[in-house]
């Protein structure tokens, strides 16, 4: 049997690892999003305090699993603006293979109040230490028809129709949560959302990220963390975590313009008890969802698997699931090697810490045993 076909055979079959990337600790972790580096290495985020927006002593923090050492390094600083919160980071790698950091600077204490600010680096070589950031810059952006869509959507609702068309409460406010994507065109979109109306945004750009311009808002009853997949007709949908009545459900919205204008949002049969989700297309051309899979708790985290877009969700299993315990806001992506990594908040009685899986297909294809 020649190499290939012998690294073959040991790839197949179910794979399913997890570890925790520190012990847990009293501190406040949430909120990580993960990426894979071209040489292998991944790296992950997450913001570490003594609260959230209350606390100002909020940082972003990160940490590499080195390849070459199959470990994790020591968590080490990635943000911080002295006084103020710095939360929900998100990385991304684009086609150029700039790394990206998002984050959401809270102004005030309050989400609504929230700067969303980035960092640059095409210099990341270095796995003791955070990347060297050489561009850096604020994504400010106004939302189309912001207005119009209010009224549509909520005529009678005379305090967010207000809101809507004051330029100072509908400019700020906006921030990250889920991965960007970018479009065979170049354009590069950062799914957006805002507390303050609970709607979903695009930040868009066609420069590679010189300037940037806002989409229409993904408008519904508390709809918010919007996460983009693009189907192969280049159909954008966005799954969106229900902030609104019951039935609690995962919200959808779709764009079929590249991100400008986006229907009106509606509940899917994905169950969300108000916590982040994140959906991706995979190499395979299947997708894949990770999600609290209850009404009310976040003690269970799934992951599903979609061989006709999203149109049903044919295979599913639990990453985690315990009474007592929280495993939310989840962060996916594909390797180069076809593994699927998830890195999650846990939270328990010991305390808090960011969990990482690494998991394929074909696990996910046994279901719940």
Known sequence: MNLLILATVLAAGPVFETQELFPPEKWHNHSSSIVELPNGDLMTVWFHGSGER?????????????????????PMPMADEPGFPDTNPVLYLDSQKRLWLFWAQILANEWHTALTRYKVATDYRNPNQPPNWNWSGNVIVIPKNIGAKTKEAFPAR?????????????????????????LPTGRLIVPMYSDGYSYGIMALSDDHGQTWFGSEPLVC???????????????????????????????????????????????????????????????????????????????????ALSDDEGATWKWSRHIEKKAGERFHYPSVIQGADGAIHVTYSLFKEAGKTIKHAKLNVDWIKQGNR
């Open 158 to 182: 005379d305090k967010q129709n207000e809101r809507a068309n004051d330029k100072y409460f509908s400019r700020l406010g906006w921030f990250t949560r889920t991965h960007p994507i970018e």
């Open 54 to 74: 209350t606390a100002d002593d909020v940082v972003v923090l990160g940490s590499r699993w080195v390849k070459a050492k199959k470990a994790w390094t020591a």
């Open 221 to 303: 009853a508390g709809c918010i963390q919007p996460s983009v997949v693009r189907k192969k007709d280049g159909t954008l949908v966005a799954y969106m975590r229900d902030n609104g009545p019951p039935p609690k459900r995962a919200m959808k919205s779709e764009s079929k313009d590249n991100g400008v204008t986006w229907s009106l949002g509606m509940d899917t049969d994905i169950l969300n008890p108000g916590s982040s989700l994140e959906a991706i297309s995979l190499k395979s051309g299947e997708w894949v969802i990770v999600y609290n899979d209850t009404e009310k708790d976040r003690d269970s985290l799934r992951i």
